[in-house]
């Protein structure tokens, strides 16, 4: 299991730095920088809106079709055309959800529009969650990588001649255009899986509310983990045009930190979705020992403070050389930001070791707290602060949903997952939130970068992953073929 997560987590990771990166800060962030906070806020925030009831479009399907096909092998597949037949009922309700909310916050035409080219674009990238869930629950984790850059590599060619060399594209709205390229470069990756999965599966939809809808209510709780994921994570975007007296300005200050969060989160993210077979593999043979989990809780402790650190310690020089447009408060809105990235890098360990185990009542009950609070949070602070209170709301929410997975999961399994030398863990949190608190951008350079090897070096000799275990990483556990 530990080979596995290093080598093909190496691999997908790799491929997603070689492209992400460059489409968030070449192309998204200099359209940003082009269009000003006002109108990339007010794409933002349909975005959001869009992202934020996708998980309707999904219902749970994509995680539970990995799990299921990890946990009992091809013959899972059979169900795949009722779960494509199912996914086009669910794009229409998600279509109808989505504009009647679009309508009620009073968007001009041209918004309702854009609403509508991101709808369909969400529909294609759930169908293509869909089609990469096989390859997640074959572990063919190499093919899901590829399928799963591809899209951005097409939107980056496509979107270059835009952002750079001022094409209009027959004179349309830059934002049209925009939304229109990822919409079609979304759909590339998805008809070349079809060609690809022609022969070994039936993908063309088919419809029984009989099956369907024992489908749907086996796949129930993994579609409201992700309907109240999306709520908590997206709901400040929309919140902000409803509070705020300046929303499109305050939803754009918020976009250009949030945007990072989502670019330096891709690791976690990407490294969930190899666990998340891998867990599910091992735990159906009860052959899941504690010493991996501890082992990953600590890597990806380890990966959260790195990213954290790169967004705080170097806040004022990122902001400087990102954006055109300044204001007093991105800053202070990135530094609560990107301490965010430590609490979700431990829920993408923790809360995929609990759906690998099937506890998705106890994450659901913890994503439903995490919404209470973000909302509740957003009411009190956003008014009066606008983006930092946003910001600061956010933080708060990923902490509780973090402390409370890292409870169940020591009662769940064994106290052994935190180890013997837990202390050295909160020890190098410490350091990290007085470092924090206390560094500037009047800090030296050299050691603001020096102290970033610090993280990972108090973590990963503490009791995870050791200097002298790196041989025994690469050759021992679970390993499989892609």
């Not at 269009?35 to 009831?53: D, F, H, K, N, R």
């Not at 074959?138 to 060399?165: C, E, N, S």
């Not at 159906?284 to 959260?304: A, D, F, N, V």
């Not at 933080?395 to 064994?414: A, K, Y």
Request: charged share 10%; hydrophobic share 50%; net charge positive.
């Amino acid at each position: 299991m530990r080979r596995q997560l290093l080598t093909s987590g190496s691999y997908v990771v790799f491929l997603n730095l070689l492209v992400k990166p460059i489409w968030i800060l070449l192309i998204d962030r200099e359209l940003q920088n082009q269009l000003g906070p006002g109108i990339y806020g007010t794409y933002y925030t349909l975005l959001s809106l869009s992202l934020m009831l996708s998980a309707i479009l999904d219902a749970g399907l994509a995680n539970f079709n990995t799990r299921a096909v990890a946990g009992g092998g091809d013959s899972a597949l059979e169900d795949l055309p009722m779960m494509v037949g199912l996914k086009s009922v669910l794009w229409l309700v998600y279509m109808l959800c989505t504009l009647s909310i679009g309508f009620y916050l009073d968007n001009p035409p041209q918004s309702i529009y854009w609403l509508i080219l991101l709808g369909i674009q969400q529909g294609l990238n759930s169908l293509n969650l869909l089609l990469r869930s096989i390859f997640a629950g074959q572990m063919r984790f190499l093919r899901d990588g590829w399928m799963g850059v591809l899209d951005k590599w097409l939107m980056i060619a496509a979107a270059f001649p835009l952002v750079w060399l001022g094409w209009s594209y027959g004179g349309r709205q830059p934002v049209s255009v925009y939304i229109w390229i990822q919409l079609m470069a979304t759909l590339t990756p998805t008809l070349l899986m079809v060609f690809m999965l022609r022969k070994g599966v039936q993908l063309w939809p088919e419809f029984s509310l009989g099956r369907q809808k024992t489908l749907l209510k086996n796949a129930l709780p993994f579609a409201l983990l992700g309907l109240l994921a999306g709520l908590y994570t997206r709901v400040d975007m929309v919140m902000i045009r409803a509070l705020h007296s300046d929303p499109e300005l305050q939803a754009g200050l918020y976009a250009s930190s949030y945007r990072l969060l989502d670019a330096t989160n891709m690791i976690p993210i990407l490294l969930s979705g190899i666990l998340l077979p891998q867990f599910t593999h091992h735990w159906s043979r009860h052959t899941l020992r504690p010493e991996w989990i501890k082992s990953i809780t600590y890597l990806m402790l380890s990966i959260g403070l790195c990213l954290s650190w790169g967004l705080v310690a170097f806040r004022h020089e990122i902001m400087g050389y990102l954006y055109r447009y300044q204001s007093p408060s991105q800053t202070d809105i990135l530094f609560w930001i990107g301490l965010c990235c430590i609490p979700i890098s431990l829920s993408y360990a923790w809360g995929t070791l609990l759906t690998a185990a099937g506890q998705l009542k106890t994450l659901n009950r913890l994503a439903l707290w995490a919404l209470v609070a973000n909302i509740s949070l957003n009411l009190w602070l956003m008014p009066k602060m606008g983006a930092l209170g946003a910001a600061q709301a956010t933080l708060i929410t990923h902490l509780i949903l973090c402390i409370g997975q890292g409870f169940v999961c020591l009662r769940q399994f064994s106290p052994a997952i935190a180890g013997p030398r837990w202390w050295i863990g909160i020890v190098a949190l410490l350091l990290f939130i007085w470092a924090a608190i206390s560094f500037n951008h009047s800090t030296p350079l050299v050691l603001r970068m020096g102290l970033t090897a610090l993280w990972p070096f108090l973590l990963l000799t503490a009791e995870g992953i050791k200097p002298t275990t790196w041989r025994s990483f690469s050759r021992k556990g679970y390993k499989t073929d892609n």
